[in-house]
């Protein structure tokens, strides 16, 4: 806050201040004069408007200035060029001297021109010119864009030219009535884009690649992870979070399913492959992110490429440039974004006689108990604590809320960061520091996360040839957990009438009540600490024109320390009103595991480029050597002497202790070859092969090539006519190979383990030797073949853009059990490669921008959807249902097909009538049906409702009902800039996708004696017929069971749309910044996950990954959040 302070105070000193002229310094020596012109410009602030063609016209320059006015400077620049410039506020524009020709014979005026210069939007370009091929007769339109030029005749041709749109020549019309549209130059065409191993034109890509520029997103918003600004974004790429808790993690997945065996993308930090969670990367940190989809542009990195590449290329510093700060902070308040409502403590009593319970598992009458809370409802004051004591039994009536009392008034977030950067002609440099300082919303100070970031980049010129490079970075988080799963669970299960009470008197002594709040409080958190020092060296070397060779090694450091200690202590039980232990005391126990991960990476590579004529080519042909070696030790040690100290030393009982060493290598050489015909028709092929050390030795090598082709159609001659409409048109199409790697190093080697075996009667523990299973040592590398087509247009002057990719992938050769094997046998069939899956998919990007005087505007929305199948499985000669089988779609949900509840009617006398199923096998037991209960159809006609075998050939009732599958991903995003204003906005969500939940928030009383929600009080009963849920039941199992199994009425919809970001910002005015020297000074406002629409139970999350109850645990949050971004 000391700094933000001091900006503004700086702001209003500076206020009155006299305007002061920035000064240059140049020693320069036959030096082009546009790179002169960019030293101008970084020193002194000013922008420069000029044609870089119209540049190339000019002689390069020899200057000695020091400390010199920018106009004087200028001057002394373009003295004797063929340029003049004019200085308009803080912009420069250059443009070409006039020709005056002394002693000129003027010509004789016969014919005027008249018209209007546009953009392709309508918008008058004011200041266009207009001039007459060959002389110097010429004009500039007003501000309505009308110009009028006076020529000899109706012959000739005019030159119509504006900064930053394409020149047009003309023939001089004979009506003498001229509309010209000007079109923007396209940017877009020398927009470099990061690929593997190197860079290319966007222009020239023929593969399927998406690039973000993190400043772009992560300016306004309130996260310390690369991953939270990333979703919605970029078409194909899901990341899910199982958790709101602080620094929860994200998975990150591309394009679907790729495999059974599970796995996810590599992720690659300049180049080289990153050892920790994405989330401590410092997004600040970052320039771009760029993500390789199909093997066309993933093979050159072959093994581990089959879940696809994210490359994020970190921010650096430049040469030549002045020293700059840059500050960011922002101050975020959290709070979770839905909280379940339990159902009050009358319906949740009046629901235990509706099961037919007559009294409460400990004792309570429950008609006792509703009279007590009628009683209660109408006259509070009747009973003023809140409960009443009857035949020494305990009733509870006042309402509470056990859920609402873990939480603080809301969470808190604080992040800073700041770097400094700069150079000189032969230097370059950047350092920066970030802090991430995070509370969750849990009432203790153990909900908490903490991050550092320092990373250090320089970049020195050896020679005229060589260049070094150091990038250092360190990372360190603190993520202290209060064992929030279980508490979460506990304030679930709680009924809305427990006492929350801090304490409770029982037998004269006072103990600390035993709800989740004091449990809470009174446990020990676990600490996860990480540190990792990335080291990286790099060389790059122009021994010759045209070749660059490149040298990187990487030293990664990861370490890992995690301790949790089950603290032990005494509290009053709030539901049986007696004192209870947490744990047995002689249990007590302190845990300590410490894991080490250290990386070694090379890489060797040489590009070298070349033209012939309209003939451009790119070879790139390198080797990498990739080192992976991870230990880890695990101790834990029971009886602590003081929970104070917790640590092995302090405790007295039982140590069992633990190691594990594992490590693997990969070793590949790789080439990528790149030519293209006039920037029209391209090609482009790469290449790679892999040894790797997780394979048996005879099969450690694979080999991956990839072909992409592409055709800029809009280059064409016969295109032209359509420019103005039609800007961009490029056709795609790419097809390769990628393996995958992701396995444990050892499944090949059969090892045997030691093994502490119980306690013997003569209290000895003795080792034994497990027996290894069955090895295969023939398997190999899973192998992914990708086909993608696609293409790219811009319309309408650049304005409107669609992109559209289509995608058939095999994923060949996966890794499974062969065979069944007989169970005689005591041991598993081996790995194999024995099936193949097959997936398919598209992406659609469609995005609109435009400029309508001082507004700017630019929305964009993407669509994604994919499928996949097994296509072979061997181990599955049955065809069962509760495994992989060919044909089956991934993610399908089979299960019953709900027909309506079982209504009184339906029975005589206690028996079903015909013609209605009344028998329902559930495995091995045998259920009758009651009143309330669900009728599921009876699709096979048998009169009874089971699953038969269970196998493709009888499934008896059962049908695919669903699947799981996030299909129709899609995310809009926009931004409107006016004058110093913008404002941004980010929307995520999933347009189809079906969930099987069983879970306390699903349905009520999910088992004996639990949690009913206010949600869940519409079931069956004789006078509510037409409930939602089926009848409840006092026991889980039987009929209850029955009524849960998986069917379609009670399956979840778990389709959404997020308001992901919204943010607003404001950027104060240049001419008052200059004043206290600052470029840029900012202050924002927004909120992050600020609403949901979905049909998700409330208290759920449909974003959620939780494996246990979808987001029944830590909930997600709500942020609002404001700060400053600030440059000087």
């Known amino acids: 806050m000391k700094l933000t302070a001091l900006v503004f105070l700086t702001i209003c000193l500076q206020l009155s201040a006299k305007t002061q002229g920035q000064n240059v310094s140049v020693n320069v020596k036959n030096t082009p004069l546009e790179k002169v012109l960019n030293t101008f410009r970084k020193q002194s602030g000013y922008d420069f408007w000029f044609d870089s063609q119209l540049l190339s016209k000019g002689n390069n320059v020899n200057l000695s ?43 004789p005026v016969d014919f005027t021109i008249t ?62 009535k001229l509309e010209v549209v000007l079109q923007l130059k396209d940017k877009k065409i020398d927009e470099i884009v990061v690929v593997g191993y190197g860079s290319q034109k966007k222009a020239n ?30 078409p194909g790429l899901q990341i899910t979070s199982g958790t709101g808790e602080p620094g929860g993690g994200f998975t990150f997945n591309i394009r679907g399913t790729t495999s059974i065996n599970g796995g996810g993308p590599l992720i690659l930090v300049d180049n080289i492959p990153f050892n920790g969670p994405m989330n401590m990367i410092n997004p600040n940190d970052i320039e771009t992110v760029t993500v390789l989809k199909d093997a066309g542009a993933a093979a050159i990195y072959g093994a581990r490429a089959a879940f696809g590449v994210i490359l994020i290329t970190s921010k650096k510093g430049a040469k030549n440039g002045k020293i700059k700060f840059d500050y960011s902070n922002n101050f975020t308040f959290s709070t979770p974004s839905s909280i379940p409502k339990k159902a009050s403590p009358l319906a ?21 108990w509703l009279q007590f809370l009628n009683d209660y409802n109408a006259d509070p004051s009747k009973y003023p604590q809140g409960y009443t004591m009857d035949a020494g039994l305990r009733y509870q009536l006042a309402e509470s809320d056990v859920i609402g009392q873990l939480f603080d008034r809301s969470g808190k977030q604080q992040m800073h960061d700041l770097a400094i950067s700069g150079g000189s002609d032969k230097t370059a440099y950047r350092i920066s520091l970030g802090t991430v300082n995070e509370d969750g919303i849990m009432v203790t100070n153990a909900d908490s996360y903490k991050r550092y970031n320092l990373k250090s980049y320089f970049s020195a010129d050896v020679t005229k040839w060589l260049t070094t490079q150091l990038d250092v970075g360190y990372y360190s988080s603190t993520k202290s957990d209060p064992n929030s799963s279980w508490l979460w669970n ?3 299960n709680s009924p809305s009438y427990v006492p929350l009470a801090d304490t409770m008197t029982i037998n004269g002594i006072l103990y600390p009540t035993g709800t989740p709040k004091n449990l809470l409080l009174n446990a020990v958190p676990t600490k996860d600490r990480l540190n990792d020092i990335r080291l990286l060296g790099k060389v790059i070397a122009k021994p010759v024109k045209d070749l660059t060779i490149t040298g990187e090694y990487l030293y990664d450091n990861l370490r890992e320390i995690y301790t949790s200690y089950n603290k032990s202590f005494d509290y009053a039980d709030i539901s049986e009103f007696v004192r209870k232990t947490t744990v047995p005391v002689n249990n007590a126990a302190y845990y300590n595991f410490n894991q080490m991960d250290e990386r070694r990476t090379m890489n060797i590579y040489a590009n070298y480029l070349r033209s012939f004529g309209k003939h451009n080519f790119t070879l790139m042909a390198g080797y990498n050597q990739d080192q992976f070696h991870r230990e880890s030790i695990n101790v834990n040690k029971t009886q602590m002497i003081s929970a104070d100290l917790p640590s092995i030393s302090t405790a007295v009982g039982d140590l069992t202790a633990g190691d594990a060493f594992s490590e693997w290598s990969v070793m590949g050489f790789f080439g990528r070859l790149n030519y293209d015909y006039k920037g029209k028709y391209l090609f482009e092929i790469n290449g790679r092969a892999d040894g790797s050390s997780k394979f048996p030795e005879n099969h450690r090598w694979g080999y991956f090539p990839s072909a992409s082709v592409g055709w ?50 003569n209290s000895t523990r003795p080792t034994t030797l497990t027996a290894p299973g069955l090895v295969s040592p023939n398997f190999t590398w899973e192998t992914v073949r990708t086909l993608n087509l696609g293409m790219n247009t811009e319309l309408f002057a650049n304005r409107l853009s669609v992109s559209v990719d289509w995608y058939r992938r095999q994923t060949l050769n996966m890794l499974t059990s062969a065979i069944q094997l007989p169970a005689v046998l005591g041991t598993g069939a081996p790995l194999q490669n024995a099936a193949n899956l097959q997936s398919q998919g598209y992406e659609i990007v469609i995005g609109w921008k435009d400029k309508i005087g001082d507004l700017e505007y630019q929305i964009s929305g993407n669509l994604y959807d994919f499928r996949s199948k097994i296509t072979k499985f061997d181990n599955n000669k049955a065809g069962s249902l509760s495994t992989y089988y060919v044909g089956s779609d991934f993610n399908e ?8 509840l079982y209504q009184s009617s339906d029975f005589n006398n206690g028996v079903i009538k015909g013609g209605i199923p009344g028998q329902i096998r559930n495995g091995s037991s045998i259920v009758t049906p009651n009143p309330g209960d669900v009728l599921y159809k009876d699709r096979d006609g048998n009169g009874v409702i089971s699953n038969g075998q269970n196998t493709l050939a009888d499934h008896g009732d059962l049908s695919i009902i669903g699947n799981n599958r996030l299909a129709l991903q899609y995310g809009i995003n926009g931004a409107v800039g006016y004058k110093n204003w913008s404002f941004s906005f980010v929307l995520a969500g999933v347009g189809k996708r079906d969930l099987w939940l069983s879970n306390n928030l699903t349905f009520p009383y999910n088992y004996e004696f639990g949690t009913i929600y206010a949600n869940q009080l519409d079931y069956w009963t004789p006078n509510n017929p037409d409930a939602h849920f089926a009848r409840i039941y006092a026991k889980a199992a039987g009929n209850s069971a029955v009524n849960k199994l998986v069917q379609s009425r009670y399956l979840t919809n778990a389709a959404y749309l997020r308001v992901k970001s919204i943010g607003l910002s404001y950027g104060l005015p240049r001419e008052l910044l ?21 049909k998700f139970p409330k208290g759920l999350d449909p974003t959620s990954t939780a494996d246990k109850g979808y987001g029944i645990s830590y909930p997600m949050m709500r942020m609002f959040s404001f700060g400053l971004n600030a440059s000087f």
């Open 348 to 368: 949740t009593v009046q629901a235990y006689k509706d099961m037919g319970y007559g009294a409460y598992w400990t004792g309570q009458n429950v008609d006792k």
């Open 893 to 900: 949900i089979w299960g019953y097909t709900t027909d309506r």
């Open 490 to 492: 506990t304030a679930s």
């Open 1074 to 1094: 200059q004043k206290a020297g600052f470029s840029r000074l900012q202050v924002f406002f927004s909120g992050e996950n600020l609403f949901t629409f979905s």
């Open 712 to 761: 800029r159609v809009s280059e064409e001659n016969f295109m032209q006519r359509l420019k103005p409409v039609l800007s961009e048109l490029k056709l795609r199409a790419s097809y390769g190979e990628v393996g995958n790697q992701d396995i444990d190093p050892y499944k090949f080697m059969d090892a045997m383990s030691p093994y502490l075996t119980g306690w013997l009667a």
């Open 205 to 234: 890509l023929t593969s399927a690649v998406n690039t973000v520029k993190m400043d772009d997103i992560a300016a306004n918003r309130p996260t310390s992870t690369t991953g939270t600004l990333l979703q919605g974004i970029v």
């Open 115 to 176: 018209g209007k210069i546009t953009d392709a939007g309508g918008i008058p370009l004011v200041g266009a010119t207009v001039v007459l091929k060959g002389s110097n007769k010429g004009t500039a339109a007003d501000a309505a864009g009308h110009f009028s030029l006076h020529i000899p005749d109706n012959t000739g041709v005019l030159v119509i030219t504006f900064i930053g749109y394409e020149t047009m020549e003309i023939p001089v019309p004979r009506s003498g």
């Open 65 to 107: 200035l020091q400390n010199m006015p920018v106009e004087k400077a200028l001057d002394a620049c373009f003295a004797g060029q063929p340029f003049e410039y004019e200085v308009v506020d803080k912009t420069i524009i250059i443009r070409e001297k006039k020709v005056v020709r002394e002693k000129a014979t003027p010509l």
